[in-house]
């Protein structure tokens, strides 16, 4: 079987490739290892900036305005007292509680409804007059659950593909003639670029986060980051009756080991001041522990084969830049594919989608290098800030005294003063567009 373009990964940066591909009339198939259901059922960050808000309602998926919740703030908490940082006062955009979880169903079901859910007839790829390799009638682009790549093939050459699984075990071939990995931090395709040709940029911290979805009423109206003397707390929001808290934890710990009570103590002492301060307590619904990793992989493209999303880059979750990040490098990255078809003099669903279907010429694929041109910016400023913002608001362990009252000093002279803020509010917001976007 052969494609246009093949999206290894159908998270919220492979569907909304896939989205955007449809589009524009671009033939394309997506491989997701997972089902469906095991992706809306992990919990992922929650927070939209205003210019991945604007991609979504641009790209026609405009629920968030209607189910998110708009935040003109957020709070920092320390010295057991709240610094409100006015986002929308000091530069003039919002932020929006959405979850990941949302943008993905979102996706999944545009996707399905523009008849691309490979899954709709419950078999491997036997979506409704889709089969195997006849594309007679398909539309122009399929998603295909529990769909797992074992192996890249000829990933040197203008022709690369992929060998994947379907749930029943049998293996087929997919050709294509631009390979994306949207294959998050685990991605399987970035590790078939040859070492020699890449960096890697990594940076790790010895903290985790212990995450819990709570049932309970709203602690708070906005986000409270909170530095204290027994480490980081972060309240944020799900709805009127489940709420998303995280807490400092090791990167070992086992969450399995901390009964309910214990998890709200916690979390209480570390949000407790002279204020009076306390979380509205219930039961503890589910927890896990998040990793904290820095990384970038550079280039983002070897010869056929891109890297979009987590598969290019990683971010602690301080701050909540991974699904933003996502979402920006996928815009981009349709441009410049859409620039790239046309350099071969055809952009649309008419070149490729049958075995002779090849482009008129062959196409620049310098233009594809665009790509990592016009999203390095954005990418190495969330890097600074999310690595800023976890630093100044973790305990680190066995810090000195000095270090731990250097970093009150530093929230001290942020929130003190107007420029601080901004600054901070400039990088949590998403800068608006950034510089080659
Ligand atoms: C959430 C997660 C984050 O990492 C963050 O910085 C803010 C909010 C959340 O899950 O709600």
Request: one cysteine or more; aromatic letters at 6%.
């Amino acid at each position: 079987e052969r494609t246009r373009v093949a999206i290894v990964g159908g998270g919220p940066a492979g569907l909304l490739l896939s989205h955007l591909l449809h589009g524009s009339g671009v033939e394309h198939v997506v491989l997701e290892a997972r089902t469906r259901e095991e992706i809306e059922h992990t919990h992922r960050a929650g927070i939209l900036e205003a210019g991945a808000v604007q991609a979504l309602v641009d790209a026609g998926l405009d629920r968030v305005l209607r189910d998110g919740s708009r935040h003109d703030g957020i709070v920092l908490r320390f010295d057991g007292a709240d610094h409100r940082i006015d986002l929308t006062g000091l530069t003039g955009r919002s932020v929006w509680l959405y979850p990941q979880t949302d943008v993905f169903v979102d996706l999944a079901n545009r996707r399905a409804a523009d008849g691309a859910d490979g899954s709709a007839g419950g078999g491997a790829d036997g979506g409704v007059g889709s089969s195997g390799t006849d594309t007679g009638g398909r539309p122009d682009g399929e998603v295909r659950w529990g769909c797992a790549v074992t192996h890249v093939l000829d990933g040197d050459t203008d022709r690369p593909g992929v060998l994947w699984t379907d749930p029943d075990g049998d293996t087929h071939e997919l050709r294509c003639d631009v390979l994306i990995g949207a294959d998050g931090s685990h991605s399987t395709l970035r590790h078939t670029l040859p070492e020699a040709q890449r960096r890697t940029f990594v940076h790790e911290y010895p903290y985790a986060w212990f995450g819990v979805i709570v049932e309970t009423p709203r602690s708070a109206p906005e986000l409270v980051y909170t530095a204290s003397e027994h480490g980081f707390a972060l309240i944020s929001q799900r709805t009127d009756t489940h709420q998303r808290l995280y807490f400092q934890c090791d990167p070992d710990e086992d969450p399995g080991r901390w009964s309910d009570d214990q998890i709200w103590a916690e979390l209480q002492r570390r949000v407790a001041g002279p204020d009076g301060f306390r979380l509205v307590e219930g039961p503890v619904e589910e927890r896990s522990v998040l990793r904290f990793r820095s990384s970038v992989v550079e280039p983002v493209r070897h010869g056929r084969m891109l890297l979009a999303g987590d598969a290019a880059h990683t971010v602690p979750p301080t701050g909540a830049k991974g699904l933003n990040l996502a979402l920006a490098d996928v815009v981009v990255l349709h441009d410049v594919l859409l620039t790239w078809l046309a350099s071969a003099g055809s952009a649309g669903s008419a070149a490729g989608t049958s075995r002779g279907g090849r482009p008129g010429r062959r196409p620049d694929d310098t233009v594809l290098d665009e790509y990592g041109r016009r999203v390095a910016e954005r990418v190495w400023r969330a890097q600074h800030f999310s690595a800023w913002m976890s630093g100044m608001l973790h305990s680190h362990p066995g810090e000195t005294g000095f270090a731990a009252r250097r970093r009150l000093a530093e929230l001290r002279t942020l929130t003190a003063s107007e420029s601080g803020r901004r600054y901070l509010a400039e990088g949590y917001t998403g800068w608006g567009p950034v510089l080659g976007e």
